[in-house]
């Protein structure tokens, strides 16, 4: 297969949410109480949600600049390539770089909206959890039918209330859920606690894959304060390895039938990671008395998890021990570890040993099959759909590194030095310049 004739989809991308977000989703009584944006005195924007700022609206949204600024947060829009906040921008960035289709996460409000669950009002919380949810769906997948496959966020620490919003969004097209892939860590009932079969039974009955982004439960640890941050990146993806061997052993997953993708979490350690997990049944499960619905643990995660890469050579040249029905791409725009918009290049060379059939499966058949999304039909035939076709619409799209001056030293007068956990942690507020200890994000 030429790299012109691929046909790319992505599950793992991202929103900078834009100002109007709530603008058309509230009703007039609800409008004064919307979360809002603002601009501080240093000219940065920032989201008040409930009273309270919001952090950054960056969020590493650093697609587009030249990499020696990689280490400067954005401040404001106008610091970031428009794609990241505008679905008219983010459809032309999408066409230079392949992509057909993609899920696209939040932002501003947590991977899995847990933003939502802090308001002192819970009535509150999931009331503009539904108008996220609703700006999402209508306005931001609605703009372009088939490019952005709807993805729900659902208030899963109130799993009543989860499962009417799972039902609701459904009939809306949602097609997954983005869900902390820990809930203990918000100090919530585990996955296996029966509290959550309200929402396992709604996921089942509308067919919706479940979504377990990486750091929104189960994050990477740092080391310590003086770690250099290179150590924390390599390690962020195959964090959620813990969580996957959580959900591979939740009960739900078999008796409901349930769907559940791996997201940002990479395929290098899959292989291990299914081995392990057979090994560990046949000589354990006789005192563990675990129980994988008749099958090997590696049997039940090929029909019912889907895992994902941005750039894994390795994963793919042992694709058979990881399963071809079970990998998909992500792009992970607009992040630091996107390739856009050279992304079609990076993956034609790691992909162009597989068979045709391999590599159809792999850039977008299983994402459009797992998530029951047919964005092939939307787009009205394979021939639209195609690397060298959305290119074509694109020939216009400027992709020129853009320069916003760079990172400022990381102690004025200090010379260029290794970056560290703590500098970054100090960036967001997490870390005590008193006694340099990590504090949870």
């Known amino acids: 297969m030429k790299l012109e004739n691929m046909v790319m989809v992505s599950v793992d991308d991202h929103i900078v949410e834009p100002p109007d977000m709530f603008k058309n989703h509230l009703p007039t009584e609800w409008q004064d109480r919307a979360p809002r944006m603002s601009k501080d005195e240093n000219g940065a924007d920032y989201w008040i949600f409930d009273g ?5 609206i960056g969020l590493n949204a650093v697609v587009g600049r030249s990499k020696e600024e990689y280490g400067c947060e954005p401040a404001s829009f106008d610091q970031m390539r428009p794609g990241a906040f505008n679905i008219d921008k983010r459809i032309e960035d999408m066409d230079v770089n392949g992509i057909l289709a993609s899920v696209n996460f939040p932002s501003v409000v947590g991977f ?15 009331r503009m959890l539904q108008a996220y949810n609703d700006w999402h769906i209508d306005e931001w997948c609605g703009a372009y039918p088939g490019r952005n496959i709807p993805c729900a966020i659902v208030p899963y620490w109130n799993p009543e209330e989860a499962a009417k919003e799972i039902e609701r969004t459904a009939k809306k097209g949602a097609r997954t859920i983005t869900m902390c892939d820990n809930p203990a860590f918000h100090n919530l009932p585990s996955i296996h606690n029966d509290v959550y079969k309200p929402m396992w039974k709604a996921l089942a009955d509308n067919n919706v894959v479940i979504s377990n982004h990486i750091g929104s439960g189960s994050p990477a640890p740092h080391a310590s304060t003086e770690s250099p941050i290179d150590a924390w990146i390599v390690t962020m993806p195959i964090a959620i390895a813990n969580s996957a061997a959580d959900w591979l052993n939740l009960r739900a997953i078999h008796e409901y039938n349930l769907k559940v993708c791996l997201s940002e979490g990479g395929i290098g350690w899959i292989p291990y990671f299914l081995e392990r997990a057979d090994f560990t049944f046949q000589q354990h499960g006789a005192w563990t008395h675990s129980s994988y619905g008749g099958m090997k643990p590696s049997e039940l995660f090929r029909k019912h998890f889907m895992t994902c890469f941005i750039d894994d050579e390795f ?30 290049e990076r993956l034609y060379e790691t992909i162009k040993h597989l068979s045709d059939a391999q590599i159809d499966k792999i850039t977008h058949a299983n994402a459009l099959s797992f998530f029951g999304y047919d964005a092939i039909g939307k787009a009205g035939g394979r021939a639209n759909c195609t690397v060298g076709a959305l290119r074509e619409r694109a020939k216009n799209v400027d992709t020129t590194p853009q320069s916003f001056g760079g990172p400022a030293p990381l102690v004025a007068g200090e010379e260029p030095r290794p970056v560290t956990s703590g500098d970054i942690m100090r960036m967001f507020g997490q870390v005590s310049e008193a006694d340099g200890e990590l504090e949870k994000a």
Do not use: T
């Open 315 to 344: 994963g793919l040249h042992n694709v058979k021990w990881i399963g071809e029905d079970n990998i998909s791409y992500e792009c992970d725009y607009p992040h630091s570890d996107c390739l856009w918009p050279e992304a079609p």
């Open 52 to 56: 309270k700022r919001a952090g950054a």
């Open 112 to 126: 899995d909206g847990s933003r939502f669950m802090h308001f002192a009002d819970p009535k509150e919380g999931l």
